[in-house]
């Protein structure tokens, strides 16, 4: 299948393919970082508050959710425990912090529950992230039943549904 992330062929194909995806994803990584920098510091106008003031946090927790589950896909490591993935977890949240405290000059209020938040969409995206990592590095072998062993044919006494007669 010309699905695969991995070749041991000698076609390159696949490993072209993993390039294209890299940069697509690191493209659509930093356009995300800068829509949810842009939409976090304009004024939101009083009817669209209104309606989403009650949603205030679970907003926040997806926004940062998606940004860490990009960020995890775009630093790709086998090992969760690597430097570029140590590293992650507090520029993240840094990040965020940033984001919380420069909101004050353009008219919108910083709150610390909104960055605990924040900061709890980056870890679950974090992790999210990991978990489809490793899912890609290590493909599940498919399930495989097996109805008859070769050779117990004969002394099977039964019908073809299995049911002795």
């Known amino acids: 299948m010309y699905f695969s992330l991995f070749s041991n062929s000698s076609t390159n194909s696949p490993l072209r393919l993993i390039a294209v995806s890299r940069w697509a994803m690191r493209i659509v990584w930093f356009g995300y970082a800068v829509f949810l920098f842009v939409m976090t510091h304009i004024t939101i106008p009083q009817p669209v508050a209104h309606v989403t003031s009650g949603w205030d946090k679970p907003l926040h927790l997806g926004a940062y959710f998606v940004l860490a589950l ?20 507090p520029l993240l949240m840094i990040f965020a912090a940033f984001d919380e405290i420069l909101q004050g ?14 900061c709890v969409g980056i870890v679950l995206g974090l992790a999210f992230a990991q978990l489809i990592i490793w899912l890609i590095k290590h493909p599940a072998v498919p399930f495989q039943l097996v109805l008859e062993k070769p050779g117990l044919e004969s002394r099977s006494s039964g019908n073809a549904s299995g049911f002795a007669q």
């Open 105 to 118: 000059p353009f008219g919108r209020y910083p709150d610390v529950r909104d960055w605990i938040s924040d």
């Open 70 to 89: 990009l960020t995890g896909m775009v630093c790709v490591k086998a090992n969760p425990l690597s430097i570029s993935h140590r590293l992650l977890l």
